[in-house]
């Protein structure tokens, strides 16, 4: 069995198509989001940094000077900026910003012993070692009090709350493994350096917490292993996929959008998309006018039904037509689902006829057998009974 990253078990609950693509076809890309290229040029300073601490104290400004020469040396045609009017530079001056801020809180770097930078882990997850898991630990350290200290830095624009990054996996995950491969470690501690606020979190966790997760993971990866197809799944995180070309939710975007302004109205999918588009906008004016006809329709009936029942009436006469009104009783019985329903049901299987009135509910029939609510032997014993079709559903979305 492979060994599982953090982001690539992530990766496949994001998006199981962008997940094929990455590790199951290994399709490379080059193009990369400019915030992931300066997280990157960060972990790279630190790393320098703390490289350097072993033997002095790097001046700031040298740090500085590092970091500039990564960012030029490291730049390339394929780093995509995507906030409009944003440009390298502010987000180049950004890192720096961070960085700035980070020497100036941990100066002079001696909050314990560097264990590793960038160090790369492989352990099993569970005792059998039928799962097995890596990752890269920002900075590992030891702390003045004997503890294994997970460092992570995290250059993203949001703040998670401690509620968050307790249910973090990441470096939970991390400190699985770290107790895997030092059992002697009596207490980890998860730290995150959150450098776009300034801000330090920790967290700590507890055996039972890691036990589950645990569980999770395995799960997760029981899934990964099993899975035959893989479906797209759109989100905003699509914005920093770069398989759009091979996407069948975008690719027919890219293709269009790669064309003269003037040529897209030729293209067939527009074609038909913008015919669709514009029957579906007629059918929307007539369906509003239905919907008002119908309800001025109800009004008139129940006008005509106090008419008839106070008139003593069951034909009202008009200047071309007439309304017939009738009355009849009907029995109303209890709701699907319902209290009454349930007694109801349970006296017509006393009585002995229920076989003649019940009937085969399809949709809860399809819902049991989607969601595997019944073991392998009774669904074999019904797969007699069920064919397939493939269903289409056509749906337009406006341009906003
Ligand atoms: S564009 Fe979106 S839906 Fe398509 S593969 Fe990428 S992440 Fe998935």
Redesign the pocket.
């Known amino acids: 069995m492979p060994e599982y990253s953090i982001s690539q078990l992530g990766k496949f609950e994001?998006?199981?198509?962008?997940y094929k693509?990455l590790y199951v076809d290994k399709i490379k890309r080059y193009e990369e989001g400019v915030e992931a290229f300066l997280g990157q040029r960060f972990h790279d300073a630190m790393e320098w940094l703390y490289k350097e601490r072993a033997f002095r104290v790097v001046p700031l400004e040298e740090l500085l000077e590092y970091y500039e020469k990564d960012w030029a040396k490291q730049w390339h045609a394929e780093v995509k900026i995507r906030k409009e009017g944003r440009t390298q530079d502010d987000y180049r001056l950004m890192g720096r910003r961070f960085i700035e801020d980070y020497y100036k809180r941990h100066y002079p770097f001696d909050e314990g012993c560097v264990l590793g930078l960038e160090k790369y882990i492989r352990f099993p997850l569970d005792d059998s070692g039928r799962y097995k898991c890596k990752g890269i630990i920002d900075r590992l350290m030891l702390a003045p009090d004997g503890a294994f200290e997970v460092h992570d830095y995290k250059t993203g624009s949001k703040l998670p709350d401690q509620a968050e990054l307790d249910k973090d996996r990441q470096l939970a995950l991390y400190q699985i493994g770290v107790q895997k491969l030092w059992p002697d470690v009596k207490e980890a501690r998860l730290i995150w350096h959150l450098v776009a606020f300034d801000v330090e979190m920790r967290s700590m966790r507890t055996p039972e917490a890691l036990d589950v997760l645990k569980k999770e993971i395995g799960e997760l990866i029981d899934r990964i292993e099993a899975a035959t197809e893989y479906e797209?799944?759109?989100?905003p995180?699509?914005d920093?996929?770069?398989?759009?070309d091979?996407?069948?939710?975008?690719k027919h975007l890219v293709k269009v959008e790669a064309l003269p302004k003037d040529k897209w109205k030729d293209e067939p999918g527009v074609v038909i998309v913008d015919a669709y588009a514009e029957r579906w906008r007629k059918k929307r004016e007539l369906d509003t006018e239905i919907k008002g006809v119908e309800g001025e329709l109800d009004e008139l009936r129940d006008a005509a039904i106090s008419f008839a029942e106070k008139e003593g009436v069951q034909v009202i006469a008009g200047t071309e037509a007439r309304l017939r009104v009738t009355g009849k009783e009907r029995n109303v019985w209890p709701a699907k689902g319902s209290a009454e329903r349930e007694a109801l049901e349970q006296e017509l299987r006393a009585a002995g006829v229920w076989d003649e009135v019940s009937t085969l509910d399809a949709s809860a029939l399809e819902k049991a057998v989607a969601e595997g609510k019944w073991g392998p032997d009774v669904l074999e014993r019904i797969k007699a009974y069920v064919s397939t079709e493939k269903r289409y559903t056509v749906t337009l979305k406006e341009e906003a």
């Open positions: 994001e998006c199981a198509l962008q693509f797209p799944h759109e989100s995180l699509c920093w996929c770069p398989y759009w091979l996407c069948p939710v975008k």
